[in-house]
Every structure is written in structure tokens, then in C-alpha cells.
């Protein structure tokens, strides 16, 4: 059994960190606040801006999961959690001598900025116009060129138990679909995140990027359809004029997860069908 510690233990990382526990892992979960872990992972209690990080990290770690959010802060919050703790992390294993077998970090498919609904994967163009893009390429790259064996997993909208927020738009009535081309948009449920985290450790030699979608790219206005019918409320209405959309919410494009399932990973939910209709039931019942 490994050694395995999560940097930024939250919303992916506790799921995370709980299924590797189960399978008889030693399972530290780092953030600041970790009272609220699981009774199954090991709470550091832990910034990843510390300067005596080193100090804090346990000895003997297999394998480092990277799975911090910004937490809100804007630009500065990014750079904080996607730039300046990878290497605040990489100085701390130097200076510990510590050699985990490989650190994995969560990215976003936000490095994309294809806008024409064009198909995405591992090898296109990273081109980002927005400084959430930019700041997570700047962390992949020190991971990578840091000497220490890393994978990177790209994940597209993060959806899941408790975050409802886009059922809860449609069932008030308060989404809007665009008219004009698709939109098309890209997702994976939370269990697949951490599903495919888990497995990917257990392969030998990982490749050292992946895109984490499932395994459907989905017209924005589809899926609000979709969910309308299932809640049994009207249909979103029609965007009317007003601002245009920002540049993150103006890309489209279809991520492609070929890659993740050629290395053996087979997905919970495959589609935002299965994810959602679980959580349509789990809203009807509370």
C-alpha cells in the first residue's frame, strides 16, 4: 500500500482521498482548515504558502495529488494556488529530500480557448485569453520541467452531490440559452474525477497529460433543455441583448477523454444524463 499525501484535500480531493483510504492507502489530506475530512484520511493541518513546508509534509510519500482550488481572489488567487504553490511544493520535497514516485496536478480545460466548437485533446494549441488559462499552464509547466515524475489531469467543469447550481437555475427559471450555433461545453462528475486520479496512480508508467471529460461534449442549450424536461418546468427563454459573453464563457469546444479511456479508465457517468438525473432524484427527495 502506498503512501499519499493530497495537497488542497476539498470537493475532489476528500472524495479522493476516501476511496484510496478504502482501499488500504495512508491517506493525509493537507488545507488549512481539516476538520471536516473524512475520518478515514489523516489531517495536516497545512498552507502550501508555508515556508517551513518541508518541516510539515510526512516522510517516506509515494504519491503527491495536487487538487487545490483557488478559492475565489480572482487573479492573485489563481496565481496563489496554480503558480505559486507548485513550487512552493517542489522546494519544500528539495529541500526534505523527499522523491514521491509521481505528483499528479489538477488543471483545467480552461488552457483551451478554441471558440469554434473545433475537437480538443492532449496535443492542440493552448492558447488562453483569460489569466485563469495562462496561470494554470505556468503551473503544469514547473511541475513538468521540475525533475520529479508528473502527471497532469485537465478537468473540465467539475459538477456533482451539492452543487446544484445549475439545476437550481433551471428549475427557478433563471438560465438562459443563447440563439445561433452551439455552445458546446465540457464536463466530468465529481467521481469520475477522483475515480480517474485513483486509477491513474495504480498504472505504471502514466503519460504525463490527460483530458478529464466524459464522454460527451454537450450544446449548452441541450443540456438546459434537457434538465427543463426532467424537472418538469419550462424551458429556458431566450438570452435577450445586453453584454456580450466573457471570454471564458465564450469558448466551444469537444474535449476528447480518448486518452484517459485508452489507459483503462471506464467512467460512472459518461454523460451529464447520468450524473444529473442522480442528482435530479437526490433534490426531489430533500
Request: glycine share 12%; with cysteine; hydrophobic share 35%.
Amino acid at each position: 500500500m502506498a503512501n499519499v499525501l493530497i495537497v488542497g484535500c476539498g470537493y475532489v480531493g476528500a472524495a479522493l482521498g476516501a476511496a484510496l483510504a478504502g482501499e488500504g492507502h495512508l491517506v493525509w489530506g493537507m488545507r488549512r482548515n481539516p476538520e471536516k475530512l473524512p475520518q478515514s484520511i489523516e489531517p495536516l493541518s497545512a498552507d502550501i504558502h508555508d515556508k517551513d513546508l518541508g518541516g510539515l509534509l510526512p516522510d517516506g510519500l509515494d504519491y503527491i495529488f495536487y487538487t487545490l482550488s483557488s478559492g475565489g481572489g480572482g487573479e492573485a488567487g489563481y496565481r496563489a494556488a496554480y503558480a505559486d504553490g507548485p513550487k512552493n511544493l517542489i522546494q519544500a520535497l528539495d529541500n526534505k529530500g523527499e522523491r514521491p514516485r509521481r505528483i499528479f496536478f489538477t488543471s483545467s480545460t480552461a488552457v483551451y480557448a478554441q471558440t469554434d466548437g473545433s475537437r480538443v485533446d492532449e496535443g492542440s494549441p493552448t492558447l488562453p485569453t483569460h489569466y485563469s488559462g495562462r496561470t494554470l499552464l505556468e503551473g503544469e509547466r514547473t511541475l513538468l520541467e521540475s525533475g520529479y515524475a508528473a502527471t497532469i489531469l485537465r478537468l473540465s467543469g467539475i459538477y456533482g452531490p451539492g452543487r446544484t447550481r445549475l439545476i437550481d437555475s433551471v428549475r427557478a427559471g433563471r438560465a438562459e440559452v443563447q440563439a445561433g450555433s452551439p455552445r458546446f461545453t465540457n464536463r466530468i462528475h465529481r467521481d469520475d474525477c477522483a475515480g480517474a486520479l485513483a486509477h491513474l496512480m495504480k498504472l505504471e508508467a502514466p503519460a504525463e497529460m490527460y483530458l478529464g471529460v466524459d464522454d460527451e461534449p454537450a450544446d449548452r442549450r441541450k443540456v438546459l433543455i434537457w434538465l427543463a424536461e426532467r424537472l418538469g418546468v419550462p424551458h429556458p427563454r431566450e438570452a435577450g441583448g445586453g453584454e456580450a459573453p466573457s471570454a471564458r464563457a465564450a469558448t466551444s469546444k469537444r474535449c476528447s477523454n480518448a486518452r484517459l479511456k485508452a489507459a483503462g479508465y471506464r467512467f460512472l457517468y459518461p454523460s451529464y444524463r447520468e450524473g444529473y438525473a442522480e442528482m435530479i432524484k437526490e433534490v426531489k427527495t430533500t
